[in-house]
């Protein structure tokens, strides 16, 4: 249950097939990125792929005395591609490997473009997805839903790449989706249409235990998106930005050139594989020593959030010139999905708040557009009971009272929704299985996916819960991986505010 050794594998295994010789990896903009976070160039050049090209590129010299290997996602667009590639070809011969399945017509059609007799070898591969950590992968989607339904090209593209990670990982699992959520249902059923049909070409091992996947919808636990994450990998990703396990510092004044794009990653970074998961205060004596400063020089009000009722010092906290914008109507956000029907609300004064601070229109739109997503209407979880303030508290903010490091104590959903599935007593009413069957015995492999995003917190989650729960392998998927920014354009995508959309497409030859 590794995505990130999966990946590599498949890679490596291209390379072996295309045999001794020097080599040119042709590949799109999306395999591109599948391949960058799990190789290095320096690794990749000790195998004898000396160039890198885009499929695309319309500057491509003729270079017959390399093996070209072709590593594609099964677009059309790229189908095309390698048609007019295949008619003129500009390497001796071609391994080619797509990341998914592909139809018997384009098969068909490669076959016909194939007048030179150049292709070696076409074969699926199943490495249609990002692999950040072991046991992190995502799609790198935005904005996948329109309301409370699907974007059509993104259920087709989250499909490809869920049942790529099944088949990659060798597992035909049973299938448990979130009730409240039509989108899980429909993914569920078409993962289960596709990797019935798949699995049923390969010899995999069965176990005695079968696997499970579950499917859940982020608007369920919008929380834990807007609170700040405080791991490195975290915080990284919220200040900085990670994109395919790399930094964008190329608009930073006075950069040198070898710091413009920085690469972060656990298998080749030491210090980042040792640091991925400490949280803010265990990083470095300095750093604690650092926060240690800041917090007795806060005002006491800041210092301290014991119980939830303090949350109403919120009005203060707005008039800080101090705090940005953003982080304002995050705080707004909070309160709101927190206290959204209680009778003592003080929303409306606090959007007022927000005006008297000059809040764009547009900011302020988004704490409705944020209840629209993941208020109490559209929740499956009983996130907020509103007849138990202690059990609130503790849910959200599992009791900061008396705890010293009060950045980490958060507890995402999905910790509570896989600690109750190991147990045996995650509800069918609320998370019912695709068919008739049920599992029996504790769960032992478990693919979790998340609609919406997933975020580096909950990554957190599944790592703790693998390393101390013997006999259980978890891995957690998301349509994308959040920080705040992002997770909030994906909110107003949602409310149909905005949104380009990343299409993808795909369908079958020899298996692997």
């Known amino acids: 249950m590794n995505v990130t050794l999966a990946v590599k594998q498949y890679v490596s295994k291209m390379i072996e097939n295309s045999g001794p010789g020097m080599k040119v990896l042709l590949m799109d903009k999306e395999t591109t990125s599948i391949?960058?976070?799990?190789?290095?160039?320096?690794?990749?050049?000790?195998?004898?792929?000396?160039?890198?090209?885009?499929?695309?590129?319309?500057?491509?010299?003729?270079?017959?005395?390399?093996?070209?290997?072709?590593?594609?996602?099964?677009?059309?667009?790229?189908?095309?591609?390698?048609?007019?590639?295949?008619?003129?070809?500009?390497?001796?011969?071609?391994?080619?490997?797509?990341?998914?399945?592909?139809?018997?017509?384009?098969?068909k059609a490669l076959a016909e473009a194939d007048e030179q007799e150049v292709v070696a070898e076409v074969q699926e591969f199943y490495g249609d997805f990002i692999a950040v950590n072991p046991h992190l992968f995502s799609l790198n989607l935005q904005g996948v839903a329109r309301g409370r339904s699907w974007e059509p090209s993104m259920l087709a593209?989250?499909?490809?790449?869920?049942?790529?990670?099944?088949?990659?990982?060798?597992?035909?699992?049973?299938?448990?989706?979130?009730?409240?959520?039509?989108?899980?249902?429909?993914?569920?059923?078409?993962?289960?249409?596709?990797?019935?049909?798949?699995?049923?070409?390969?010899?995999?091992?069965?176990?005695?235990?079968?696997?499970?996947?579950?499917?859940?919808?982020?608007s369920d636990d919008a929380i834990t998106p807007l609170l700040n994450q405080w791991t490195y990998q975290a915080m990284v990703h919220e200040l900085l930005g990670l994109n395919n396990n790399r930094i964008d510092l190329s608009r930073v004044p006075g950069i040198s050139k070898d710091l413009k794009e920085v690469v972060l990653s656990a298998e080749n970074d030491e210090f980042y594989a040792n640091n991925l998961y400490?949280?803010?205060?265990?990083?470095?004596?300095?750093?604690?020593?650092?926060?240690?400063d800041f917090q007795k020089k806060k005002p006491k009000e800041q210092q301290k959030l014991e119980s939830i009722t303090d949350m109403k010092s919120l009005r203060r906290l707005l008039q800080s010139p101090r705090l940005s914008e953003l982080d304002a109507v995050r705080?707004?956000?909070?309160?709101?999905?927190?206290?959204?029907?209680?009778?003592?609300?003080?929303?409306?004064?606090?959007m007022e708040e927000l005006s008297r601070?000059?809040?764009?229109?547009?900011?302020?739109?988004?704490v409705k557009s944020m209840l629209e997503y993941g208020g109490k209407?559209?929740?499956?979880?009983?996130?907020?009971?509103?007849?138990?303030?202690?059990?609130?508290?503790?849910?959200?903010?599992?009791?900061?009272?008396?705890?010293?490091?009060v950045y980490?104590?958060?507890?995402?959903?999905?910790h509570d929704t896989l600690d109750q599935l190991i147990k045996g007593r995650l509800k069918d009413s609320q998370f019912p299985y695709l068919g008739a069957s049920s599992l029996r015995d504790r769960p032992?492999?478990?693919?979790?996916?998340?609609?919406?995003?997933a975020t580096y917190e909950e990554a957190l989650t599944v790592y703790n819960l693998n390393r101390s729960t013997p006999g259980v392998r978890i891995v957690l998927g998301g349509s994308s991986i959040h920080n705040t920014r992002s997770f909030l354009e994906e909110v107003m995508a949602t409310a149909g505010h905005s949104g380009d959309r990343t299409q993808g497409s795909g369908r079958h030859s020899n298996r692997r």
Do not use: W
Request: aromatic share 8%; glycine share 4%.
């Open 35 to 107: 391949v960058s976070v799990v190789y290095t160039q320096s690794e990749i050049l000790q195998k004898e792929v000396y160039l890198f090209e885009r499929i695309d590129s319309q500057s491509r010299d003729n270079m017959k005395h390399l093996k070209a290997i072709c590593f594609l996602r099964p677009t059309k667009e790229n189908v095309e591609h390698l048609i007019q590639e295949l008619r003129r070809p500009k390497y001796s011969v071609y391994f080619i490997y797509f990341s998914n399945v592909i139809s018997k017509s384009e098969i």
């Open 157 to 218: 593209r989250c499909t490809q790449g869920l049942t790529s990670v099944l088949l990659a990982l060798k597992k035909c699992p049973m299938i448990r989706y979130q009730l409240s959520s039509d989108m899980s249902k429909r993914l569920a059923e078409s993962v289960k249409q596709i990797i019935t049909k798949e699995y049923e070409l390969f010899d995999f091992r069965k176990t005695e235990v079968p696997p499970l996947l579950l499917i859940l919808d982020r």
């Open 278 to 292: 400490l949280n803010f205060g265990e990083i470095g004596t300095n750093i604690k020593n650092l926060m240690e």
């Open 331 to 350: 705080l707004v956000m909070l309160y709101a999905l927190r206290y959204e029907r209680h009778s003592s609300s003080v929303l409306p004064g606090l």
């Open 357 to 366: 601070r000059g809040v764009s229109e547009r900011h302020r739109g988004m």
């Open 377 to 405: 209407r559209v929740r499956g979880s009983d996130l907020v009971t509103p007849t138990d303030a202690v059990a609130k508290t503790k849910q959200f903010f599992k009791g900061l009272k008396g705890v010293e490091n």
């Open 408 to 414: 980490t104590q958060h507890q995402p959903l999905i």
């Open 444 to 453: 032992q492999d478990i693919v979790v996916f998340l609609i919406g995003g």
